[in-house]
């Protein structure tokens, strides 16, 4: 079964448009969706006007948790910064997305001594079934100070915002420099006034997004993000003095856990791509975790469905294959550049086996699976139709611009009816470990969508989509321009000699392919720079060949009186420079594109 990655990917991103909170922009490309949630946060605290407006609902309903909002920002700026040479034109809108974040991040940490940690009130807002754009629930925001901490929001927040700064950093230098300033305000923050949210504002996250493995990988989480983010020892050395941490009795996570609430394996997997003092037991611990989930490994604790599926306990189990496949690809490219080959025991695992791995996840998402069914919304003939989602099922205010009041909504919600809205690229949280999915609303473990799930999703499907067909480009490209250059090099008259300049892009045309299949094997952005370079070498050579050869032929042609010889001569002119022009258009148009895809976005003022 073949899938349009790409098109997957596109999509994937698309979801979180679905998901804005606040005045949305004339660029909105969810037409069904309006502003909602206009006066969020609107008080005066400390003499400060309070702004609460934007960000992202984090899945069905109508509540924007920061915590899981924070680790979403965070993966999609990860995303980007790991794979944005082969996003092309998806790069610009993940942008746009991660700042739709920071810009509502900015906002929660505006007040010094305090982090704005939720917006709403879960209970209220989970007995409505309304739309954003209706919503009269009660708005309340809950905040972290020093007298009541937050360690795990406000460190989350903090490598959201440290992340994002480095995504956005050839875009918008100026701006990218204000998120890292604000990270490093907030991360100062966490740690000098520890606690857990749990015990702050636990009442009204608890049933939703309760912290169950304590804050110290978030704070060391965000430390590793900031000393990447400024390369400032004080965080490696943070990181470093508290590494321990990340162990019982200090927390209840496993370095197996990469998620929203446990940062463990993403920590590892991070600090091992940096360069940091003691970064073995990083690489060890990565290694550790990979080894953990592959079904060959004599080491591995993750089940897996009769049809490949990665399964975990705990619901929405997406979010597990999408955060832990990332987590494969990142560390099989960073094994790769070091030529590594990680030992499970008795098993030796190349790269490209956690790449298959990772792969396999994202194609049972699209429908390679017993159900063939995509559980990705709108990609495919057949996706979920009845999705856990507020908006999605209830009528649009442009179709129905009466306002659905709480209980009304609920008529909708027991429908039998597809949803009337398509929330574009939605990933919902899957079938049950049989392969199993009863597509209602209802059943919200498997039929709600999160951001948490879509956001790791954003990088991984750009790699299948690349890596599959840049294999075909590289190997069409370099056999047109070596046809183009055996043309030039070999004499096609008499007289005529072999051409040294037409001879060197020959040899550059195999060194082009050569280079350009091991970078797409090893995904090593370095190599694929080369090989456009000397693509583009290899047709200045051939176009230089070329019109030398023309000169050589035009004279050739001038010197013969025999009319026969010349026309002869003249035909072999005409077809050597139709032929030339028509490779090196192709070779050109197709070098430029895949400079193109990539090369990071121009900065913005």
Known sequence: MKHDYGDALSKSILFFEGQRSGKLPSSQRMPWRQDSALRDGFQTVNKKQIDLVGGYYDAGDNVKFNFPMAFSTTMLAWSVIEFHELMGSDLQPALEAIQWATDYFLKCTSVPGVVYAQVGEGHADHNCWERPEDMDTPRTFFAVNTTSPGSEVSGEIAAALAASSMALRASNRTYAARLLSRAKTVFKFADTYQGSYNDSIGLWVCSFYCDYSGYQDELIWAAAWLYRASKLPFY?????????????????????????????????????KMDMDRRNQFIDKADKFVCSGLPESPTNFVSYSPGGLMFKAGGSNMQHSTALSFLLIVHARFSSRTKRVINCGNVAVKPSRLLQLARRQVDYILGHNPLNMSYMVGYGKKYPKKIHHRGSSLPSTRDHPQKIQCSQGASYFFRSDPNPNVLVGAVVGGPDIKDQYEDSRADFVHSEPTTYINAPLVGYTRVAKFKSRLSQIILIQGLILLVGALLNALPLTKGEDLDLLGLSSVILSFLSIIIGESGRRRSRSSFLKTYLILSFVTICLSLVSALKKNIFLKVLENGIANSWEKERVQFIEVAHISVEVLVLIFAASTTLSLTHNMSPPKRSS
């Open 236 to 272: 490696s050395n943070y990181v470093l003095n508290n590494f321990h941490k990340l162990e019982p009795p200090y927390s209840g996570g496993s370095f197996a856990e990469f998620g929203w609430d446990t940062k463990h394996a993403g920590i590892y997997v991070l600090i091992s």
